[in-house]
Antibody, heavy 118, light 111 residues
């Protein structure tokens, strides 16, 4: 079984920055695709970004492109989401998930809440 | 972008009865004879849980009352005999290409 634990959420002012971290157990992390998905309060799921195992392919939702950056450290079995120029509408629970079979997101963390407010 | 549309938005079914949720994509999700479509279940206060991928492959540990069907642009999630623990919001999701997109969700309740 794979375990996923997010951290780094909190309250930030509009225009500010935040870096989310996601630690993954499991011996094959270096072969996993990794993704971030968010959920605004009371709303549905919105995909944010995905990164391939080699870190040479990254894709973003249009709503975060140019503001968010996904990265990973295979030695630390971790993936990150650097969030800059945050907006009120970025307020959400951010989930990290593994793709052990490509872009099929099979193991999810409990999420970390990001609140953007003045 | 591929738009995923679920129907209905909410559904109430009696215990032991069949529940059916539909998902339609704005373009075909078939490539190499595979449909790039997944189904997730999300219970209150919990993260999403993968139920089905490749449109009809049940994830390990998922009860066999859950099944997925369909191809191309039209897909269905069926719960053959509703149990109390199946109360949740269900999402379809396409992973055919970027941006990855989810349906708006279907809320399933007990009648």
């Amino acid at each position: 079984e794979v375990q996923v634990v997010e951290s780094g959420g909190g309250l930030v002012q509009p225009g500010g920055s935040l870096r989310l971290s996601c630690a993954v157990s499991g011996s094959a992390f270096e072969s996993y695709f990794m993704t971030w998905v968010r959920q605004a309060p009371g709303k549905g799921l919105e995909w944010v970004a995905v990164i391939n195992p080699e870190e040479n392919e990254k894709y973003y939702a249009d709503s975060v492109k140019g503001r968010f950056t996904i990265s990973r450290d295979n030695a630390k079995k971790s993936v990150y989401l650097q969030m800059d120029s945050l907006r009120v509408e970025d307020t959400a629970v951010f989930y990290c998930a593994t793709g052990t079979k490509g872009w099929i997101f099979d193991w999810w963390g409990q999420g970390t809440l990001v609140t953007v407010s003045s | 972008d591929i738009v995923m549309t679920q129907s209905p938005d909410s559904l109430a079914v009696s215990l032991g009865e069949r529940a059916t949720i539909n998902c339609k994509s704005s373009q075909s999700l078939i490539s190499n004879n595979k449909n790039f479509l997944a189904w997730f279940q999300q219970k209150p206060g919990q993260p999403p849980n993968l139920l089905i991928y490749w449109a009809s492959t049940r994830e390990s540990g998922v009860p066999d009352r859950f099944s997925g069907s369909g191809s191309g642009t039209d897909f269905t999630l069926t719960i053959s005999s509703l149990q109390a623990e199946d109360v949740a919001v269900y999402y379809c999701q396409q992973y055919y290409g970027s941006p990855i997109t989810f349906g708006q969700g279907t809320r399933l309740e007990i009648k």
